[in-house]
């Protein structure tokens, strides 16, 4: 059995697959674009030693060519790219290359030299019209309004028209993945830094944008598992959350009762936080999700107060 896994990309969510699957006793490997000494959240997860990392540039055809034939993996979870709609819009280039082309210059490959292999590509529920409803893998697409979400539909689109040339290729659609190991600047995150300043008195607030919309905050170890599992199914795109729904103001009034405060007392709403044209309500349903995985027993277990919970104690 072919045990090498291929992660392009080396971020958060790569970083807790690549723990998971190092349990099951794969051969992992990770590119970056540039190889360095230290991989933060590897060595948080204690596995940077039991992982194999690789310099690649995603728009060099000839160069995952030769990564493919060398390390003949099984699968390949392309998480590479620019993830934020802020960022897209400061480097719209960068997301374009990063979350389209590089995912279309590996399908090329894959279908032009009949590698065998399974291909993952991560997107977004973000590129989804729910209007209020929750989004399911057969959602209407929106009309992109970033640099991301044009970039994450062209993607989308491009893995379904490999798949149906009868490649082994899915998409991956994510909503909001937690962690510990998230950047300061993520939302609850911020909110749970914020609150541990406030209480040491060394700042008086904390600016926030929109907090009365609403999303679907899942657990990063819980949804690679589900990444995992669906690795033994036939290709198709699956969502994955955890079809529960959490208002911003119900994260800052939770996260502030906890620690018998008003929130209300300690927040500035701060217009230049509001995104254009965002949508209020984005979340999923994922009866399909569980359906698909019932055999593994896999469904979300953490979510609401327990999730964010978790993460004020471990930020």
Known sequence: ???????????????????????????????????????????????????????????K???????????KPAHIYYFAGVSSITESFKKPKETMISNYLGAKNFLEIIYKKKINTKFYKANSGYIF???????????????????????????FKLVNEYRKKNLNCSNLIFFNIESPLRPDDFLIKKI????????????????VGNIDCIRDFSWAP???????????LKPQNIVLGTGREMSIRYILKTLFKLNKLDYRDYIEIDKNLFRKN????????????????????WKPKIFGNKLLIKLYNNS
């Open 1 to 59: 059995m072919n045990k090498n896994i291929l992660i392009i990309g080396s971020g958060v969510l790569g970083a807790y697959l690549s723990n998971f699957l190092i349990s099951k006793k794969f051969n992992i490997y990770v590119t970056t674009r540039k190889l360095k000494n230290k991989y933060q959240n590897y060595q948080k997860l204690e596995i940077q030693k039991k992982v194999n990392f690789i310099k690649l540039d995603v728009f």
């Open 61 to 71: 055809k000839k160069d995952i060519d030769i990564t493919l034939k060398k390390i």
């Open 129 to 155: 019209d729910g209007k209020g409803k929750k989004i399911n893998s057969d959602s209407k697409l929106i009309k992109h309004n970033s640099p991301y979400t044009n970039s994450q539909i062209k993607s």
């Open 192 to 207: 749970c830094k914020s609150i541990k300043l406030i209480k040491k008195n060394k700042v008086k607030n904390l600016k």
């Open 222 to 232: 819980e949804i690679v598992k589900a990444i995992y599992f669906f690795s033994k």
């Open 278 to 297: 965002e949508q209020p309500k984005i979340t999923c349903s994922v009866n399909k999700t569980v359906l698909l995985l019932k055999r593994f027993n």
